[in-house]
């Protein structure tokens, strides 16, 4: 459990919104990081957009990537 509670993805801005409901189709579920995360609309856009940056650049492949996001959350001994 988070020590600081995520935001309802029903009543986040339309843009989180939008993003939560992408992740539930391809996870189930909205990531516990990305509702904290939404807390504050201007670091979730800025956490996307490195996302977004890290996928477009090609430079990292989207399995290695999934590798990498277990590993870290592991190491912070994160459900994931």
């Known amino acids: 459990m988070a020590r600081i509670e995520g935001v309802k993805p029903d009543e986040a801005d339309g843009y989180a919104r939008k993003v939560f409901a992408a992740q539930a189709d391809k996870w189930g579920a909205p990531l516990l ?6 807390r504050r ?3 979730f856009r800025g956490v996307r957009a490195m996302w977004t940056g890290i996928e477009a650049s090609g430079l990292i492949d989207g399995r290695l990537q999934s590798l990498i996001n277990r590993r870290v959350a592991a190491l912070n001994n994160c459900e994931f």
Not at 33 to 38: F, R, S, T, V
């Open 33 to 38: 990081n990305h509702l904290l995360h939404a």
């Open 41 to 43: 609309p201007t670091i």
